[in-house]
Structure formats: structure tokens, C-alpha cells
Nanobody, 125 residues
């Protein structure tokens, strides 16, 4: 049984930092594309950062480039998202997700089969 469990969200002020974790069981990180997605109220879910199965430089959505850093620990089977200089517009529920290799766009949430329950990040101004 595959499980993805996010943690680390919370209420912070603008300019603060947070680190999200996603503990994964039932699948191997190095065999799956792993993504961080977020969804704000009234908005579509968007891909924030993606690490492909092969590793390498993660993808970042333009709005978080230079502020967020995604990583994975293969030994711990855990995905991380370090967030710096948080802004109110980063407020959303953050999800981690996994998919097997696919021809579909990495950023398309519809191509991800496994999802965590989400963790709320709220940034006050």
C-alpha cells in the first residue's frame, strides 16, 4: 500500500521559512517522479517543484524560483521542500505526489497517481 504523508506546514509571517516533508512508503523515490503541488482557495492545483525519478535539477514554477528548494533522501524515502522568504501568495494547501514514468507533462497533476493528504501553509502579511 502506497502512502505519502506530508508534515511541516503552519502559520508564519511574510519573510519566514518553512520546511515541508513527505514521508513515502510503498514505493521507491528513485523509481518515481515526485512532485510538490499546491492549491489555494478558488484556484487550480499547480506544480510547485518536481524531481524526476532520475534525479537531477528539480523543476520550479517561476513564482518560487530562488526561494524554494526541493530535495529527496533516498535512504529515508522522504521528499522535502525548503521554503524561504515566504509571501502571502504562497498560502495554500501543499501536497506531495508520485507517478511512474510518463509521457505527460511533469507539471500536470492529472498525471500523478499517488497523493498525500496535504498540509496547510498560511503566510500572513
Amino acid at each position: 500500500q502506497v502512502q505519502l504523508v506530508e508534515s511541516g506546514g503552519g502559520l508564519v509571517q511574510a519573510g519566514d521559512s518553512l520546511r515541508l516533508s513527505c514521508a513515502v512508503s510503498g514505493l521507491i523515490l528513485s523509481s518515481h517522479d515526485m512532485g510538490w503541488f499546491r492549491q489555494a482557495p478558488g484556484k487550480e492545483r499547480e506544480g510547485v517543484s518536481i524531481i524526476t525519478a532520475s534525479g537531477g535539477n528539480p523543476y520550479y514554477i517561476d513564482s518560487v524560483k530562488g526561494r524554494f528548494a526541493a530535495s529527496r533522501d533516498i535512504g529515508k524515502n522522504t521528499l522535502y521542500l525548503q521554503m524561504y522568504s515566504l509571501k502571502p501568495e504562497d498560502t495554500a494547501v501543499y501536497y506531495c505526489a508520485a507517478r511512474s514514468s510518463s509521457i505527460y507533462d511533469l507539471r500536470d497533476p492529472r498525471s500523478y497517481k499517488y497523493w498525500g493528504q496535504g498540509t496547510q501553509v498560511t503566510v500572513s502579511s
